[in-house]
C-alpha cells in the first residue's frame, strides 16, 4: 500500500477546493438572481425591518465569504478518502445546500416569510448536523462551518423579526411593473 505524500494530498485538497468553492458561490449568486433580492425587491423594500436589520450591501460580501468557507470545508471532506462518514457528510452538507438555495425564492420571490423561517430552521438544522459530522472527518472543516451556523442564526431572527413586523406580508402587493415569483 503506498501512503501520498504531505505535498499530494495538499494538491488533491487544492483540486477538491478550486471546483467546490467556486460551485457553491454560483450556485449561491445563481439562487439570489432568481428573482430580485434586497433592496432591488419593491416587496422587500416595502416590509418593515427590525433595527439591526444591516444595510444590504453586507448580505452579499457577508454571503460570499461563508460560501468560500463552505466550499473549502466540503473540499477537505471530499479529499478525506477512507473516512466511514465522508458519504454521510457530503449527503448532509447537499441537503442544507437545498434549504440554503430555496431560502431565496421563496422568501423574495414567493413572499412566503413563514416558510422562509422554516426554511432557516430546517437549514440550520441540517447545517449543524454536518459541521458535527464533519468534525469526526477533519475537525478544520468543521471549524470553517462555524461562521456559517452563526449566521445562519442572526438570519434566523432577522426572518422572525420581519415576520413578526409584518403580519401581513405575503399580502403586500408589489406594483404591478414589478416581475416577482409566483408559486
Given at each position: 500500500m503506498e501512503l501520498a505524500t504531505k505535498g499530494q494530498l495538499r494538491w488533491a485538497f487544492l483540486r477538491w477546493a478550486m471546483v467546490t468553492v467556486p460551485l457553491i458561490v454560483l450556485l449561491g449568486f445563481a439562487s439570489s438572481?432568481?428573482?430580485?433580492?434586497?433592496e432591488q425587491?419593491?416587496?422587500y423594500a416595502a416590509l418593515a425591518k427590525p433595527a439591526f436589520n444591516p444595510p444590504g450591501w453586507v448580505f452579499p460580501i457577508a454571503w460570499t465569504a461563508l460560501y468560500i468557507l463552505m466550499g473549502l470545508a466540503l473540499a477537505m471532506i471530499l479529499n478525506a478518502r477512507g473516512s466511514r462518514y465522508r458519504g454521510l457528510a457530503i449527503a448532509l452538507f447537499g441537503?442544507?445546500?437545498?434549504?440554503?438555495?430555496?431560502?431565496?425564492?421563496?422568501?423574495?420571490?414567493?413572499?412566503q416569510v413563514f416558510a422562509a423561517f422554516l426554511i432557516i430552521v430546517a437549514?440550520?438544522?441540517?447545517a449543524l448536523v454536518a459541521t458535527l459530522v464533519f468534525g469526526r472527518i477533519r475537525t478544520a472543516?468543521?471549524?470553517?462551518?462555524v461562521p456559517y451556523l452563526a449566521?445562519?442564526?442572526?438570519?434566523?431572527?432577522?426572518?422572525?423579526?420581519?415576520?413578526?413586523?409584518?403580519?401581513?406580508?405575503?399580502?403586500?402587493?408589489?406594483?404591478?411593473?414589478d416581475a416577482q415569483m409566483t408559486i
Open positions: 438572481r432568481l428573482v430580485p433580492s434586497g425587491n419593491v416587496w441537503l442544507q445546500m437545498v434549504f440554503n438555495l430555496a431560502w431565496t425564492p421563496v422568501f423574495f420571490g414567493a413572499h437549514m440550520f438544522v441540517s472543516a468543521a471549524w470553517l462551518m449566521w445562519l442564526c442572526f438570519a434566523g431572527m432577522l426572518n422572525w423579526s420581519i415576520m413578526q413586523l409584518n403580519p401581513n406580508a405575503e399580502a403586500l402587493v408589489p406594483s404591478s411593473s
